[in-house]
């Protein structure tokens, strides 16, 4: 493989979807600090990923102006696409740390675990839907009939949006992230005109609940902050990109794991910090996140692989390769729950960590209590929709 090869071009290719490791093992030993067609950088040695995730004083996240570098100035026109940009930069404002501390209480484990009895409902009535087809001998997709109505409904409650709006909510935002990174004029149109109809409900909800405070993150969100509403809405912007479609992923990445490996399944019984180290080994070993979408800004000139990044470059980690580096993990290719996790880059800090995993949880071992001969009935759907991110539109099973 020619050692000038367009690391996103080969990335985008369907075969990639489906393993890109190889790939991904050969540029972590041969390129390490790859400069993409796009002008960024990408790494993916371990050491070196870990450096810049973790060192806020040699890359920071940027700010709206490098946003839009990124994005490109052509789409300033376009509200969908300055509504995101201006999201992802309200993590520079200074009053974003103490609403993402509210957040944050909200979302604790002892908080989690008082929401555990309505996951448990919602989640036995989808597999009570489940059973009757699968015993019949039908194969089911898990991912849009598990993944999908469950984070729906545990996401959406805990935010505050009812039932009868989830769903276009959802579509709408889904639809705005894939017209950040597109080309393709009426696509970008289209989520214009629904981000507008969002951003408008959104508007509506923190109203109400300035006038009647609910239990919900919305409320939490307006009594943290007594200033403007653009804010607010901004946050609720990034909460939805990222733990919504995130937790979404994460349960099918966990559920592909107790698919593939059988033998393993022991580890979902219910033991709880087996479950946990069964969910670190399947968000090491194949991760939703192939490199992060938003960028970190080099501070200064700095040295990493060999390679010097100038200041003020754009950089983006490979965390699906370093989650790989042998260098770190021993037989890395291996599914290995045994594996100690603290080195694992997969989860990161979201507030929504701790719930997301909730749901994984319960869904791999009620997978295991419920119908403990499911299988894989054929190779999951690959969303072409990211680079960035390997998402599955479907994930067939059945009964052995």
């Not at 290719?13 to 796009?38: A, G």
């Not at 709408?172 to 214009?192: C, E, G, H, K, N």
Request: hydrophobic content about 45%; glycine content about 6%.
């Amino acid at each position: 493989m020619s050692a000038t090869i367009d690391a996103l071009a080969e990335l985008a290719k369907p075969e990639q979807r489906q393993d890109p490791y190889p790939f991904l093992h050969w540029l972590r030993e041969n390129d390490p600090v790859h400069r993409t067609n796009c002008g960024f950088y990408l790494l993916s040695s371990y050491d070196d990923v870990a450096y810049a995730l973790q060192r806020s004083d040699a890359f920071a996240v940027p700010d709206e102006a490098a946003m839009w570098r990124e994005v490109g100035s052509g789409k300033r026109s376009h509200p969908a696409v300055k509504k995101l940009v201006t999201a992802f930069a309200a993590k520079n404002h200074p009053c974003y740390a103490r609403l993402r501390a509210a957040i944050a209480r909200d979302m604790t484990p002892a908080r989690v675990l008082q929401l555990r009895p309505r996951i448990l409902e919602h989640l036995g009535n989808l597999f009570d839907d489940l059973g009757p087809r699968l015993v019949a001998g039908e194969t089911v997709d898990l991912h849009a009939e598990v993944s999908v109505p469950l984070t729906q409904y545990v996401f959406a409650d805990r935010v505050g949006v009812p039932d009868v709006d989830r769903t276009w909510i959802a579509d709408t935002i889904a639809l705005m992230t894939r017209a950040l990174a597109s080309d393709d004029a009426q696509l970008v149109l289209a989520a214009d005109r629904a981000s507008n109809a969002v951003e408008d409900y959104f508007h509506a909800r923190v109203a109400e609940r300035r006038a009647a405070p609910r239990d919900d993150l919305i409320t939490r969100l307006v009594e943290a902050h007594d200033g403007e509403d653009e804010l607010l809405i901004a946050i609720l912007w990034i909460m939805w990109m990222t733990g919504y479609e995130s937790t979404i992923s994460g349960i099918d990445r966990v559920v592909q794991a107790f698919l593939a490996n059988p033998p393993l399944r022991s580890w979902c019984d219910g033991d709880q910090s087996q479950v946990q180290r069964f969910l670190d080994e399947a968000l090491r070993h194949d991760g939703v996140v192939l490199y992060t979408p938003i960028p970190r800004i080099a501070l200064s000139e700095v040295a990493l692989g060999g390679v010097t990044i100038p200041a003020g470059a754009s950089v983006r980690m490979l965390i699906a390769g370093a989650n790989r580096d042998p260098r770190v993990f021993r037989d890395p290719d291996t599914f290995d729950p045994t594996r100690d996790p603290r080195r694992m880059l997969s989860t990161g800090n979201c507030c929504g960590t701790t719930l997301g995993r909730a749901e994984m949880a319960h869904v791999v071992t009620g997978l295991q209590q419920r119908f403990p001969t499911i299988v894989a009935a054929g190779e999951p759907t690959w969303s072409p929709a990211s680079v960035a991110r390997r998402t599955v539109e479907t994930l067939p099973a059945r009964l052995a």
